[in-house]
């Protein structure tokens, strides 16, 4: 593995320095600003590694008598998505390359406005210079999430899965056996237990004095209820005409389950959008006060072990989880995806070498020891039979969930549709919209914001 890796960044220092074609003076040192965002602590690695690469190719380097040194100034923001994308964009905005970090790493929903906006640069020619020592090694799937008009803009830094997480022992308590418990994720990828099956649960936790609540889910705005549109066979993204798809039926069914989940069954507070993320994660992980969070995701198994103190033998005895489970025989189960990825700045005029970073910050071992902290996927195929990854069981058990993944629209409005979803969703559950209101608040909001990219079925 080290040789392999020793000639693969030998081959990447030499193809950078012609590419770079220009004479260097001795003992340079060349710059590199990098700014990355967690915002979640355990996803330091995002910046780290970019200093570790720097580290190797100044190894490499001096191995090979050149007088050039590189030097990464990496920046990891742990405040929240928003403050992070308002920094890129008013800096973007102000045109000075001096300004203006060399690599951002953000979410793949930004790629469509910040390309658009031509803030930052496509990558197509440095993927294929580099294709056969890392690219192609990559999960090929990853790359349509980092792609927009054709061309691709990112390299995927990680990857996460998304999963309703379910509390084993009220399962128990329910009567349920240890096969039975087993076999939920299967019954749910088979369409066998449905979202109704799922209410049905959460009323007998509820019931049976349990749990205060039988469902919860996250408060905040984000891509995870687009799964329920797709749960009741709709779609919200038409890739051959890269329009959005306001789907009136789907829609309606997703605002109708939330809306019984609150009136009806009584089984989710009506104030669920209000509560803080502490309060989630404390009720489904902590306290079992929640017997389901429909909208968890795999990184909580590192944030609970650092935040809340539980073990992750506390965990494995306490949870399992599945897809969301479909809606309707027309529906699919299935999990949204939600990559991160590393992007080139257009006014950077170190691009050759920003990239070289990239790429060797996408070396088997180092992106292993961020999946490993942070609780992510593997973004490359090989990845999975490097021991440290291999042995980890909760990513190897995650990983399963894969194969039914989707991903946000590659669209610029992508953002405002999931607002406008999650208001819908809040004002269903509140009381203040029926969704027949709701589906008529996303069809006006979406079409005052995207106009003729929205196609309303």
């Known amino acids: 593995m080290t040789m392999k890796r020793g000639v693969l960044a030998m081959v990447l220092v030499a193809a950078f320095l012609i590419a770079l074609n220009v004479g260097v003076a001795a003992n340079e040192v060349i710059t590199i600003k990098a700014w990355t965002v967690g915002p979640d602590t355990p996803a330091f690695y995002r910046a780290d590694n970019l200093l570790a690469a720097a580290e190797r190719l100044n190894q490499i380097l001096e191995a090979a008598g050149a007088d050039l040194r590189v030097e990464v100034e990496a920046d990891f923001w742990t405040e929240s998505w928003d403050s992070f994308r308002r920094r890129i964009i008013l800096t973007a905005e102000e045109g000075d390359p001096e300004l203006m970090p060399d690599i951002l790493l953000s979410s793949h929903m930004d790629i469509p406005v910040w390309a658009q906006a031509g803030w930052i640069a496509p990558l197509d020619e440095y993927i294929e210079r580099y294709w056969e020592g890392t690219y192609q090694d990559f999960y090929p799937h990853l790359w349509d999430s980092v792609s927009f008009n054709g061309q691709i803009y990112g390299v995927p830094q990680d990857i996460e899965v998304r999963m309703v997480f379910y509390r084993k022992d009220h399962l128990r308590a329910l009567g349920w056996s240890e096969e039975e418990i087993a076999s939920l994720p299967e019954r749910v990828a088979a369409k066998d237990f449905l979202l109704a099956d799922l209410q049905e649960l959460a009323k007998q936790m509820q019931e049976a004095g349990l749990v205060d609540y039988g469902l919860i889910h996250r408060p905040t705005e984000g891509p995870d209820f687009f799964q329920f549109v797709v749960a ?65 995701g795999m990184w909580n ?27 309707s025989t027309e529906g699919r189960p299935n999990q949204l995806g939600h990559p991160v990825a590393y992007m080139l700045s257009e006014l950077s005029s170190k691009k050759d070498l920003a990239f070289l970073l990239i790429t060797l910050a996408s070396d088997v071992d180092l992106n292993t020891r961020h999946s490993l902290e942070a609780a992510k996927l593997a973004i490359r195929r090989s990845q999975t039979a490097f021991a440290p990854f291999a042995e980890s069981e909760f990513l190897a058990a995650a990983a399963e969930l894969l194969p039914e993944q989707i991903f946000m629209a590659a669209h610029p409005a992508s953002g405002q549709y999931a607002t406008v979803l999650h208001e819908a969703i809040s004002g269903v559950e509140v009381g203040a919209l029926t969704p027949q209101e709701g589906v008529e608040l996303i069809v006006q909001r979406m079409q005052q914001v995207a106009g003729a990219d929205v196609l309303v079925r």
């Open 232 to 296: 009741y066979g709709g779609e919200y993204y038409d890739p051959d005409s890269g329009k959005l798809i306001v789907d009136r039926a789907a829609l309606e069914k997703t605002l109708q389950f939330f809306a019984a989940n609150v009136h009806e069954h009584k089984i989710t507070p009506s104030g669920m959008t209000t509560w803080p993320w502490p309060a989630v994660h404390r009720a489904i992980a902590e306290e079992g006060s929640a017997g389901i969070n429909i909208t968890g």
């Open 301 to 327: 198994w590192a944030e609970w072990q650092r935040d809340l103190g539980l073990s992750e033998e506390q965990l494995w005895d306490t949870l399992t989880w599945s897809l969301i489970p479909a809606g």
